[in-house]
Structure formats: C-alpha cells, structure tokens
C-alpha cells in the first residue's frame, strides 16, 4: 500500500517538475541546431559571410506600408555590422501626428550606394514611433490644494482649453529606437529551422546555395513608460535616440519569447504600465542575472503559497491566544490593508499588488479568530458577538499592554512626524478621501514595522516561543530575503523597499529568541501535542 502523500509534498513535487520543464523549455530556445554538414542542400547560409557593403536607412511615415509618402531620418552609409553605435536625430512631426496621430519607423538594412526600395536584398522592419497612454495627472499639496502641473502638462492644458484630456490616452513619443543584427556566421538547416526565426528569415537563390538575408530585430522591450514624451500640437520636433548593437542567435530567439509574450500580457488587459514593470525586468538587468530572477520568482511564488496554506492551517485550529499578542494581530491586519491601499494609490506593479491584497484577507480572517468574533445576521444588520478570554490569556494581555505602553513613547512620535512630513512636503497625484489619508499612511507605513515588537516582548516574558506558527513564519522569512532581491528589481515605492530591508532585522531577532528559548517537549505545541510523547510497545514485554 502507498503512504499518504502531504499536500505540501505533492506541492513542492509539482514545483520541482514545473522548474525542470522551464530549464528544458529554456534550454530549447536558446539553443539551435547548426547545419552539420554545410555542403548539403538544406541548408542557409548568412549572407553576412560574403563581406558586402552595407547601409542602414530609416524612413518615418503616417501609415505602415508607406501609403502617403515617407521621410528619411537617418542614414549610416558605411553601416558595420559588427560596430555597435548610438545617434541622436531631431525628428519633425507631422501635422496630423501632433493632433492625436501616429508615426511609424522604417528600417532598412540594404546595399550600399542603392535605395532600398529598389534593392531586391534588403531587409525592413516596421515600428511604431507613439504610443497611446493616459498622462500622469497633476499633482496638488493637500494644504493649499496648489497644482504643480510639468511643462508639458502645462502644453497640454493650454492647447486642450481645460482638463478634459487627462482622462483620455493622448499620443506618446518613443525616444529610443534600438535596433540590433545577429553577426555570427550562423549555418541554418531548413528542417530544425527555429519557429520564432522563421518570420525574421529571408532568403534568396545564390547559385546553388541558400542564403538568408541579415536578420534584423528591433528591440521592443527597450520601450520603456520613462522614456515617453507627450505629444501636443507645439510638439514641431522631437528627439529620437538610435541605439545598436550586435545581438547573439540564442538571446535574438529569447528576446522574441519575451517580446511576444509582453504582447500577449497587454491584449489580456495589462496596461502600458504594467508591462513597463516585465519590460523592466529584461532591460535593466544582466542575463545571468535575470536567469537567477527567474528562479528565485518561482521560488517566492512556492513559499507564498506555503506560507499562506500552513497560516492558515495553524489559524484555523488556533483555540487560545495564549502568548500571541492580539494586538499585534491586529495591527499587522491595519498595517497590511495600509500598506494595499498605499500601493494601490501609487500605481504599484501587479505583481506586487495581488499578494497584498491577499494577504490583507487573510489578516482580517485573523483578527476574527483572535478575538474570537462571531458575527450573526439580523436581517441586513451584523451583529458582533466577542468571546471570553481566560486566565492564560488575560495574562498575555496583560503583557501585551505593557509593551504596547512602552512601545507608544517611541511610535507615536514617529507615526506623526512622517505624516507631518508627508503632508507639508510631498505632493499628490488627485484629491480624493483616500488622498486625505496618505499622510498618516505615509508615517504608519514608515514605521509601522514596530508594531511587531509586541510579539517579542510577550515571548521574552514567557521565556518561550513554541506558541508562534514557526512553518508558516519561516516560510515568510525566506520570502523577507527573496524581497530583497525583488526591491533592486521591481519598481515599487521607496517606503517598500525599505519595508523589505526592515523586516530581515525583525527576523533576526526572532531567530535568536528561537535559539534563546528551546522548545519544551513536554508543553503542547499549538496542535495540542507533545513531541515527547513516544510510541509505546504494542503488547506485552516478554519476561524472562
């Protein structure tokens, strides 16, 4: 007969498997089978080996195919494949693009001293020069309500006549175009040809042999929400930066995943913002290290679920309080659905977001059991009922006081200094109830991390820590370090990632009181057992 399997073994058995599918899938693309004997017929071989003189030209028009005439921007007559460059060119708009319009980019990589709509060989790619987004609103002091408006909100409520348009996407300037070419020597056999390659790939007769065309790629995910400009109708020029470099097959075939699956992402809903956030994660950080990302990501993902399912099942069978601080409970529970509202008002990734606002049910579910509330329905009227506390319990209440007085002369003072603070010097995007309450965010977020304190002051009394949720607290700890990789990552609000360094020094002292205090085996751990409780010999013991 099998033994039962845990649902946390049979979890992390699925997790196991699902990152060895990933290393395998990763492994697919980055990996190319080369064209073993390049004599046969079937196979590609780059036109790039035959040393030709190259340009790069880039056209700018109305329409992606060019319908309404075209303009060139740029043009590097003596274009090197293998010498990477970056240009600044001053780009006129057209009349129609500066009323809410779009301008498209032409690239060609063709034969030098021919016009590449002539030349037979040449490459082209098209994209997109706007983007469509909503602009950020003005931001406002909430003590003399005063706007202060950027310039080019300053253009923009000028030319519209009032405010109307903040609420609409209004057309965007992409001021970088970064372009790249593979330059390896690459032999492609047409039977193991790479789907995502395919689509770039042009080839041409050459005699006997198949040649293909330099595979031009523009880089998409460089297009990030920071480097957007408001287009307006005083906009008559705007500068573009033309950045390229040389790419390798093996990121060419990842950076086209990863393009195609931010697409993806935004037709199901994800705003520019939001993929700006993925964006971020393959731009501005090393591959080595983004390979790592992806592990420690997944790794986060599996001890957030562990975390939230053995938090839960301690909750759940959770009876007495004694030596847990109710009112550390409940302050984790505000401080929580603070920390989600202040998110939520600063635009936060979602993948930030939805953990929050997960975390923030469980929190108020556990408030509910600490006080043991029970709430009864009288029509649409709740009523709540609190249970009693015995003298275990009291006792920890006591304690819980205590440290919540002392903690008070330290808190308080800081709570109502950063929201002081908050309110004279910073500004704010709109003028909402919520709005009102950002200050006082501002401070409790800031310092709020002292509210845990409490919970080691009532451990100190009671000499013991055997009362605390120690799986699902160290899965949580893990995370906390996991956070601290994220925070250099992620855009988030500085007060979070501070919040992500401020909970390992929480950590490490609760380790210690671990260390400090050693479990008694012969008190009852939070499931009612007692680990010195051995199985005793089924039967009788033979006498001799």
């Not at 009181?513 to 050693?518: A, I």
Request: glycine share 4%; proline share 4%; aromatic share 14%.
């Amino acid at each position: 007969m099998f033994q039962k399997t845990s649902f946390t073994t049979l979890i992390v058995g699925v997790f196991v498997v699902y990152v060895l599918h990933t290393c395998w899938v990763m492994y697919g693309i980055v990996y190319t089978k080369p064209c073993e004997n390049p004599k046969f017929d079937n196979c590609l071989k780059p036109y790039l080996a035959g040393k030709t003189r190259l340009q790069l030209s880039i056209y700018t028009a109305l329409r992606p195919n060019a319908d309404g005439g075209h303009t060139l921007i740029h043009k590097e007559e003596n274009f090197d494949v293998e010498s990477k460059f970056e240009r600044i060119v001053n780009v006129s708009l057209p009349k129609k693009t500066r009323k809410n319009g779009t301008l498209y980019a032409m690239v060609f990589v063709h034969q030098a001293g021919m016009s590449p709509w002539q030349d037979p060989r040449q490459v082209h790619l098209v994209t997109q020069l706007t983007t469509y987004m909503i602009p950020k609103p003005l931001e406002v002091s909430l003590i003399s309500g005063e706007e202060a408006p950027k310039p080019e909100q300053l253009k923009r409520k000028t030319s519209t006549g009032g405010d109307s348009a903040v609420d609409r996407p209004v057309s965007h300037w992409r001021s970088r175009l970064t372009l790249n070419v593979v330059s390896e020597d690459f032999v492609f056999d047409r039977d193991f040809l790479p789907s995502d390659v395919h689509r770039y790939l042009k080839v041409f007769q050459n005699g006997k042999k198949m040649v293909y065309l330099p595979l031009l790629f523009v880089d998409e995910l460089s297009n990030r929400v920071k480097d957007l400009m408001e287009i307006n109708s005083t906009s008559i020029e705007l500068p573009l930066t033309i950045s390229y470099d040389t790419i390798s097959l093996g990121k060419l075939r990842f950076w086209i995943h990863m393009q195609d699956a931010v697409y993806s992402l935004q037709q199901f809903g994800f705003t520019e913002k939001d993929a700006d956030e993925i964006k971020g994660i393959f731009v501005d950080t090393n591959l080595y290290l983004l390979a790592l990302t992806f592990f420690v990501a997944a790794f986060h993902l599996l001890f957030d679920f562990l975390a939230f399912k053995n938090d839960i099942s301690f909750w759940k069978q959770k009876k007495s309080m004694v030596g847990m601080s109710s009112k550390a409970v409940l302050w984790r529970c505000f401080s929580t659905i603070v920390i989600f509202m202040y998110l939520f008002d600063e635009q936060t990734s979602l993948l930030v977001l939805i953990p929050a606002g997960i975390g923030s049910l469980i929190e108020v579910w556990k408030v509910k059991k600490a006080f043991k509330i029970q709430i009864i329905w009288k029509g649409v009227r709740p009523t709540f009922i609190f249970g009693k506390s015995d003298e275990s319990e009291r006792r920890t209440e006591e304690y819980d006081t205590l440290a919540m007085k002392y903690l008070s002369y330290l808190l308080y003072p800081m709570c109502i200094g950063g929201a002081v603070y908050a309110l004279v010097f910073l500004r704010y995007k709109r003028f909402t109830l919520l709005t009102l309450m950002v200050p006082f965010l501002t401070g409790v977020y800031a310092f709020g991390f002292l509210f845990m304190l409490p919970q080691l002051f009532v451990n100190y009394k009671f000499k013991s820590v055997a009362h605390l949720p120690w799986k699902a607290f160290m899965y949580k700890a893990f995370n906390t370090f996991i956070d601290d990789i994220f925070a250099f990552i992620i855009t988030m609000p500085t007060s979070h990632r501070l919040a992500c360094f401020r909970d390992d020094v929480v950590f490490l002292v609760y380790l210690y009181q671990r260390w400090l205090y050693p479990v008694d085996k012969t008190r009852m751990n939070e499931y009612g057992l007692s680990y010195d409780e051995e199985e005793k010999p089924k039967g009788k013991a033979h006498e001799d």
